[in-house]
C-alpha cells in the first residue's frame, strides 16, 4: 500500500461528449479543487476528493494550474521520431524520400530500442501518457516499443506495420509472413501489463489483396484486438487507390471486402470521404482518428471534426508524428482548431480537451482506463501551468474567466506548459 496524494488546482471534469452534447453539459472545471490518487488509480475527485484523504495523505499544492488526464495521441508513428520535420514532400514523395530509408533502419534491434526511448521519453515531456502507434515491418520493432512501455508504466497500443507492395527492399513481408508475425506479436503482448495490439496494414496501396484478407482473417480470430490504417489522406493518394484496386466501391471498401473494417478499427485521417463510407463507418462506430497538424504540414486536407464528430462519430485526435510536425497534443489542438476555423467552425476549448484525452481513449476501447478522471481509472495525469510563458501569462492575466485562461494556453502552449506528469500514480516528470 502507498500513502495517498492529493493534487489541488482547477480540475478537468467530463460528464458527456461535448459534441454531441452542449460542451458546458459535458466537460467542466472545477475550480480550486482537488484529486485524490492512490495504488495507481483515482480515488476521488472534487470536494469528496479532500473528504476521503486519509490523515498521511500527502499533498500537492497545484493552485492556478489545470490538473487534466495524461494526453492520448491515438495515431502516431514512432519510428518517424529521428526524421520529425522533414522538408518539401506530399505524401507518396514523402513516404519514399523520407519515410522508408528511416524505417529501414529499424530492423537493428538496438536501434528500434534507442528510437522507442526516445519517443516515449518526448511523448512524456509533452504530457502524452498514452499512445496507439505504428511500427515498422520488423517484429522487433514491436516488441521494442512495448518493452520501453512496459519500463515506463505507459498504457500503449501498437502494431507490426505490414507491407508487401509498393515499399522498397527490405520494408516488404509477404502475405503469410505478416499473418504469421502479427499472430505472434498479438499473442506475446496483447493484454500483457498495460500493451494492447492493433493488427497494423499501413494502408492499401503498400498492401496486396492477399495480405489484407490474411490481416482481415487474423482480426476474425482475434476480435479483441484493435486494427489501425488509414484512409483517405490525401486526393492523389485516393486515385492510386483507385487504379489498385478497381473492383472497390471507394477507398474504405478495399478494407471493407478484406475484413478490415469494424467497431474496433482506427482509421487515421480520412478526410476525403464518400457519403458511403461516412455512413459505414457511422453505422460500425469505428473510430475515425484527426491528425491536424500532419494535415496542415503534408498539404492534405480539412477534416470535417466538426460535421463528423456533432454527427456521433467516434473521433479520436493525433500528432501522427512524423507526418506532424510537433510531439504536442497542445501544438495539436490549437491545429485542430485552425483547420475548423478554415471550414467556417469555432471548436471550444473543452471539446479540444476531451478529443485529446477521452475522445482518443474512446476510438482506442480503453475508456475504461484512460482519458478521463474518473474514480476507479489509472491515475495517468497532466498537469498543466497555464502561464508557462510570459506571452501566455499576460493573456491569462487579461482572463475573465476559467475557460478563458486555459484556452491561450492550447493555442500557444509547449512542453513547458507541461508542469508534472504522472503515470500510474507515479511522478515522472516535473516535482522539483
Ligand atoms: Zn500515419
Redesign the pocket.
Known amino acids: 500500500m502507498t500513502r495517498a496524494r492529493l493534487l489541488s488546482g482547477h480540475v478537468l471534469q467530463y460528464t458527456g461528449n461535448p459534441f454531441t452534447t452542449p460542451w458546458h453539459e459535458a466537460v467542466h472545471i472545477l475550480e480550486n479543487s482537488a484529486l485524490l490518487i492512490k495504488d495507481g488509480q483515482i480515488v476521488e475527485l472534487g470536494e469528496a476528493a479532500r473528504a476521503a484523504a486519509p490523515p498521511d495523505t500527502i499533498h500537492h499544492d497545484h493552485s492556478g494550474h489545470l490538473i487534466m488526464p495524461g494526453f492520448v495521441d491515438a ?1 502516431a ?1 514512432y519510428p518517424q521520431t529521428a526524421m520529425i520535420a522533414s522538408w518539401g514532400k506530399r505524401l507518396i514523395d514523402w513516404l519514399n524520400t523520407y519515410t522508408f530509408p528511416e524505417e529501414m533502419r529499424l530492423a537493428d534491434p538496438a536501434y528500434a530500442q534507442a528510437i522507442s526511448d526516445r519517443y516515449l521519453d518526448l511523448v512524456l515531456d509533452h504530457g502524452t501518457t498514452s499512445v496507439a502507434s ?1 511500427c515498422t515491418i520488423h517484429p522487433g520493432s514491436v516488441d521494442a516499443l512495448f518493452q520501453a512501455a512496459e519500463a515506463r508504466g505507459m498504457a500503449v497500443v501498437a502494431g507490426k506495420t505490414c507491407m508487401d507492395r509498393n515499399a522498397p527492399d527490405g520494408l516488404r513481408d509477404s502475405a503469410q509472413s505478416a499473418y504469421d508475425d502479427s499472430k505472434a506479436l498479438l499473442q506475446r503482448w496483447h493484454g500483457t501489463g498495460r500493451a494492447r495490439y492493433a493488427i497494423t496494414p499501413r494502408f492499401s496501396p503498400t498492401s496486396t489483396r492477399e495480405q489484407l484478407q490474411a490481416l482481415g482473417a487474423l482480426w476474425a480470430e482475434h476480435p479483441e484486438v484493435l486494427m489501425q490504417t ?1 484512409l483517405s489522406e490525401q486526393v492523389d493518394e485516393i486515385a492510386w487507390v483507385q487504379d489498385l484496386f478497381p473492383e472497390a466501391r471507394d477507398y474504405l471498401d478495399t478494407y471493407e471486402a478484406a475484413g478490415l473494417l469494424g467497431t474496433r478499427g482506427l482509421y ?1 485521417h480520412a478526410i476525403h470521404l464518400a457519403p458511403r463510407e461516412i455512413d459505414r463507418l457511422s453505422e460500425l462506430g469505428a473510430g475515425l482518428v484527426h ?1 491536424p497538424t500532419s494535415n496542415t504540414f503534408i498539404g492534405s486536407g480539412l477534416f470535417d471534426l466538426m460535421g463528423l464528430a456533432r454527427a456521433g462519430l467516434a473521433v479520436g485526435l493525433a500528432t ?1 508524428t512524423g ?1 506532424g510536425s510537433s510531439f504536442s497534443m497542445l501544438r495539436t489542438m490549437a491545429a485542430a482548431y485552425e483547420i475548423a476555423q478554415l471550414r467556417g467552425e469555432a471548436v471550444h476549448a473543452a471539446q479540444l480537451l476531451w478529443l485529446a484525452t477521452a475522445g482518443s481513449a474512446a476510438v482506442l476501447h480503453r475508456s475504461d482506463e484512460i482519458g478521463s478522471l474518473a474514480p476507479g481509472l489509472a491515475a495517468d495525469i497532466c498537469v498543466l501551468d497555464l502561464g508557462a510563458t510570459p506571452a501566455i501569462a499576460q493573456r491569462r492575466r487579461e482572463a475573465e474567466q476559467v475557460w478563458d485562461a486555459v484556452f491561450p494556453t492550447l493555442m500557444m502552449g509547449d512542453d513547458r506548459a507541461v508542469a508534472e506528469v504522472w503515470v500510474q500514480g507515479r511522478r515522472v516528470r516535473g516535482g522539483n
Open positions: 495515431h508513428h505504428f488509414h487515421g491528425c501522427d507526418g
